[in-house]
T-cell receptor, first 116, second 118 residues
Framework: DTAVSQTPKYLVTQMGNDKSIKCEQN?????MYWYKQDSKKFLKIMFS???????INETVPNRFSPKSPDKAHLNLHINSLELGDSAVYFC???????????????FGEGSRLTVL | AQKITQTQPGMFVQEKEAVTLDCTYD???????LFWYKQPSSGEMIFLIY??????QNATEGRYSLNFQKARKSANLVISASQLGDSAMYFC???????????????FGAGTRLAVHP
């Protein structure tokens, strides 16, 4: 039933490790995103994909690599984790223009990453 | 320059009272959209209300209304008859442009933490 689902919900790992977060949406949306929410609750876009094509790539370290195998999935792989990567990562999707509120984000529940 | 400004880091309100959360925005694009999201302590992001730049009427959704003042570039959220469950972080966000070509970037404000007291 879940519209946008992310796994895992919690991730605790050591500095230097590599980890992935997976996201899937069953809403039939063409556009998916990764947002990062830092410890001050500030939300910032990292990436967006439209029909598997990378559309937005904000100034994110290249240790972060998104992958969209199909338009329902968008995964985030992070190499060589650093302390500053600790945050909540939200996956989201948007309906196509003309369907619903243009640009509305449907969020997953978030994945809390803690780097020790 | 900040695109979305929420000047109230924290607000308190008595249960059953109304409260206004401020949001100002900055854009030169004639087509834009304004959103409010709620984030309770459980962490999920919940859509509350939307206002398009060309919408003539202020948006309303149940107890939520958006006081849209285009000339002042403000989009304040009004919550009427506050409930204890309204205690949460509230984010104002803006979409610039009309989402053509698949390009869409919601820019968020820093948020306002609302506490509702019994």
């Amino acid at each position: 039933d879940t519209a946008v689902s992310q796994t895992p919900k919690y991730l605790v790992t050591q500095m230097g490790n590599d980890k992935s977060i997976k996201c899937e949406q069953n809403l039939g949306h063409d556009t998916m995103y990764w947002y990062k929410q830092d410890s001050k609750k500030f939300l910032k876009i990292m990436f967006s994909y439209n029909n598997k094509e990378l559309i937005i790539n904000e100034t994110v370290p290249n240790r972060f690599s998104p992958k969209s195998p199909d338009k329902a999935h968008l995964n985030l792989h992070i190499n060589s984790l650093e302390l500053g990567d600790s945050a909540v990562y939200f996956c989201a999707s948007s309906p196509q223009p003309g369907q619903g509120r243009a640009g509305e984000l449907f969020f997953g529940e978030g994945s809390r990453l803690t780097v020790l | 320059a900040q695109k979305i400004t929420q000047t109230q880091p924290g607000m308190f309100v008595q249960e059953k009272e109304a409260v206004t959360l401020d949001c100002t925005y900055d854009t030169s694009d004639p087509s834009y959209g304004l959103f409010w999201y709620k984030q309770p302590s459980s962490g999920e992001m919940i859509f509350l209300i939307y206002q398009g730049s060309y919408d003539q009427q202020n948006a309303t959704e149940g107890r939520y209304s958006l006081n849209f003042q285009k000339a002042r570039k403000s989009a304040n959220l009004v919550i009427s008859a506050s409930q204890l469950g309204d205690s949460a972080m509230y984010f104002c966000a803006m979409r610039e442009g009309d989402f053509s070509g698949g390009y869409n970037k919601l820019i968020f404000g820093a948020g306002t933490r609302l506490a509702v007291h019994p």
